[in-house]
Nanobody, 124 residues
Framework: EVQLVESGGGLVQAGGSLKLSCAAS????????IAWFRQAPGKEREAGAW????????HCADSVKGRFTLSIDNANNTAFLQMNNLEPEDTALYYC?????????????????WGQGTQVTVST
């Protein structure tokens, strides 16, 4: 059974940093696409960072480019999202997701396995 468990969210002041973790079981991260999504109240779920396993190149949404970095610790089968210079607009519930295939998408629908989410709140 595939399981994803996020952690690392919290309350931080604008300009601060957080590092989210996503521990996986039931599959190996570097064999499939992985993505970090976020959803703010009243808004659609949006992709923040993603990586296809066929090329291993990470991508970020324009809104977080230069501030967020996706990485994977293969030894511990854990994905991370390093978030720097956080802004109040980054406040959301953050999820990691995988879809059982090698190619990542920026839409949420193709992803079939999701974690429970971890809340990030950025204050002014």
């Amino acid at each position: 059974e595939v399981q994803l468990v996020e952690s690392g969210g919290g309350l931080v002041q604008a300009g601060g940093s957080l590092k989210l973790s996503c521990a996986a079981s039931g599959f190996i991260f570097n064999e499939y696409a992985i993505a970090w999504f976020r959803q703010a109240p009243g808004k659609e779920r949006e992709a923040g960072a993603w990586m296809s396993s066929d090329d291993g190149i990470t991508h970020c949404a324009d809104s977080v480019k230069g501030r967020f970095t996706l990485s994977i610790d293969n030894a511990n089968n854990t994905a991370f999202l390093q978030m720097n210079n956080l802004e109040p607009e980054d406040t959301a519930l953050y999820y990691c997701a995988t879809r059982g295939y090698r190619v990542a998408y920026t839409l949420a629908a193709p992803y079939k396995q999701w974690g429970q989410g971890t809340q990030v709140t950025v204050s002014t």
